[in-house]
């Protein structure tokens, strides 16, 4: 098993590719700098959205993300507002993507 980024770190360099691929995003929520969770929201500009999580695949052994939560984006900031009240810890990154890219399972985001 790989060592982990500092959650800010990976934040950042995060935003940097989505910039560089021209896909809006912003830090909706911060946690905590080292260890703290990340989510990745993405809005699809037509009222609906995808909640991303980091789970561990032990077959694979890495990480890889997972679909949390789906559906209309008034419901998956509920999922947000929840997740964030077990755990204030948590990053959640938000994108506007109208055909839902988020560069989470491409290359260079592996850590």
Known sequence: ???RLRAEL?????LKR???NNIPAFI???GQPDSGAVMVKCATLDGL???????FDYEADCDI???LTEGPEAEVD???RKQRSFDPDLWVVELEARHGRTLLDEDGLKD
């Open 65 to 67: 993300w997972t679909v």
């Open 10 to 14: 990976w934040v950042r360099a995060y």
């Open 49 to 55: 959205a995808k909640l991303y999580t980091r789970t």
């Open 28 to 30: 909706a929520a911060r």
């Open 18 to 20: 989505l910039e560089l």
């Open 78 to 80: 509920q999922s947000i």
């Open 1 to 3: 098993m790989q060592p």
